[in-house]
């Protein structure tokens, strides 16, 4: 009994020692899941708030592309008092978003008529304007159609024409001005006023 006594002590000894081996291991492996977790969590707060650093490639070009900043177009006309060549009124080009502007776009006779689409193609406005509107002077027979479109790059462009009575042919907008915008503006016209 003694014979075999030893060599099962000396099994029960190999074994013991692989036991701790393995669970040294499994003690030496448990820090590197605990590091691995903070690592998650940074994660987790990177989603939560993107842009902050440590945030994913994926991530960083959404936050750092500006929001698009919303200007609506309107006009806005002003009687002229004491005019000499019959009722005439001054229009302006109201940008309201953040900042609102009126810019002057000068007199026009009587209280110029704002075009829906409907009444822009049937005048040969361009198809591309935003806004626009016409006036017409009874005592001339001239009408003056202002049409505002956007440029290329950051800017607003203004067109006029001038129709006189019994022309056949109507003229070609011409560019008054340029107005420069916002950066990152996306501008619209507003909702027309309900009737």
Known sequence: MKRYALPVFAAALLLAGCNQNSSSTAEQSAPAGEVKAPAAGAADASEAAPGVS?????EAPVTAAAPAKPVELSFRFKPVKDSESGPRSTAYLVMSGGETREIDLGPFAGKPDV?????????NFPGSMLLGFRSYDPN???SNDLAVMQSEGSRLRIV????????????????????????????????????
């Open 54 to 58: 440590g945030s994913t490639n994926d």
């Open 115 to 123: 075009v829906d689409a409907t009444e822009a193609k049937r005048a």
């Open 140 to 142: 001339s027979g001239t």
């Open 160 to 195: 006029q024409r001038r129709l006189e009575e019994g022309v056949d042919k109507a003229p070609e907008f011409q560019t008054a001005r340029e107005i420069p915008l916002p950066a990152g503006a996306e501008v619209r016209a507003a909702p027309a006023p309900k009737k």
